[in-house]
């Protein structure tokens, strides 16, 4: 039995990942036009009714076809690096390119995490609390992602430097 080394199955972890991330990017936005659909015919359409939020629906719908279409970004940049590593060959200016993008998709979505967190926080004070109870909305910075961040860019600077080094190598007789 041949063995299938752990890059061929991050590679196949990462593709259905990326597939996953599609068929919810595009849950999000079915949602978000049926909840659209819904809200132009007051909530009802013939006998069906639809009792949405829409102050708390509205942003985490916005938030989940962000979070999905980075997810869809981020996969196909692993891809790309993953098929390097099958081929043995991952210090490439190219990898180091797509670690540095993937560490800026990261930021990013921190950012729009607060962006929309804070826009529920404006349509809640603007608009009134639910009528079941009360949301608060913490801002607190999520550590691990940033570290995350952090990581990606260093390794992305370490992989830059490996690149730099193994083009050297070849160059020397």
Known sequence: ???IPLSNWS?????ALNFIAKI???????????AAVFSIFGGRIGGIELQVEWRLVA???LSLSAHFFGLI???SRLVSILTYLNKGDPFIPDNANKLREIA???ALLEGFRYITKGITALILNIFGQIETGTVNISLAPNLVAWGAVIILFLLSQAFKEGARLRQFEQLTI
């Open 104 to 106: 800026i998709i990261l």
């Open 59 to 61: 942003p985490a719908v």
């Open 11 to 15: 590679l196949k972890f990462v593709n």
């Open 73 to 75: 970004l981020i996969c």
């Open 1 to 3: 039995m041949q063995q």
């Open 24 to 34: 919810l990017f595009a849950a999000t936005l079915f949602a978000s036009l049926v």
